[in-house]
C-alpha cells in the first residue's frame, strides 16, 4: 500500500524517489550561508533556483540554530520573514517549510501559504501541535537531545494523535548534530531505518555539519559538499526520505545516479 507525507494541498509518495529539500537561510548569522539571502529579492531568487534545479521541498528560516546562536525574539524573526512571505506568494509550486520554534511564527507562516511546520524543538511547546491540528500542514518533529530517539518519535507521535494530526502528516528528524556525539551521528547516517516510525516520513540533515567537517579533516562549511552528498546519499540508501541540504543542485544529481544504480 502507498504511503504518503501529506503537507497541505501536497500529498508526497514516500518511496517514489529521494526528496530534496532545499535549505533557504534569510538570516545575517547562519552557520555556512548566513548574510546570502536575507532580502526578499535574493531570497526569491534563490527559491526560483531551486525549483528550476528540481528541489522537492524548500525550507525557510529567518533564526539561526547553529552552535552558540543568539536566539532572536518572534516579533523580530516575522520582521524578517513577512517580506518574503509576501513576495514569494503564487510563485512557487512546491511545499515551503518554515524552520521555526516560535509557535506565533509558524501560526503566522501558515496564513502566508507554507505547508510545513519544522521545529528543532520537536513541538516541545504543545502550542505548535494546537496550530497544526487547526491546519492540513505537515509537521517536521526533530530529535535534539543526546537519547532515546525512538521513543521520543513514538511519545511525539502519540501526541499528535490527540490532536487528530494523523501520521501521514509527521515527518520525523533525528536531529543530526543535536545533542549527539560524533559516533553517534554517524550511527545515524547509517541506521535510519532502525529510527523509522511507521506511516511517517523521515528525513535526515547533516549538510556541511560539524560531523561531516570531523569525518575529513575539519574544511570549511563551504568546503564540505562532497562530504555532505556523501552522508546524505547512504542515509537514503538506509531509509532516509528526505534530505535537507545546503547544496542542492549537486545533492538532486547524485540523488538520480544513486536511484538510477539502485533501479538497475
Known sequence: MKKFFKCGKYNIELGKKIYVMGILNITP???????????PESALKRALEMVECGVDF???????????YIEIPPKEELKRLLPFLKIIQGKINIPLSIDTYFPEVAETALKYGINIINDVNGFENEKMYEIASKSDCGCIIMHNKSDGIKKF???SLEKAKSYNISPDRICFDPGIGFGKTYEMNLRLLKNCNDMRIEDCAYLVGASR????GMSCGNPPFEERMAGSISAHII????GADILRVHDFKETIQAVKVAQAILRS
Request: proline share 3%.
Open 29 to 39: 548569522d547562519s552557520f555556512s550561508d548566513g548574510g546570502k539571502w536575507n532580502n
Open 58 to 68: 524548500i525550507d525557510i528560516g529567518a533564526q539561526s540554530t547553529r552552535p552558540g
Open 153 to 155: 518519535f513514538e511519545s
Open 209 to 212: 555539519k560539524r560531523v561531516i
Open 235 to 238: 542515509a537514503a540508501i538506509n
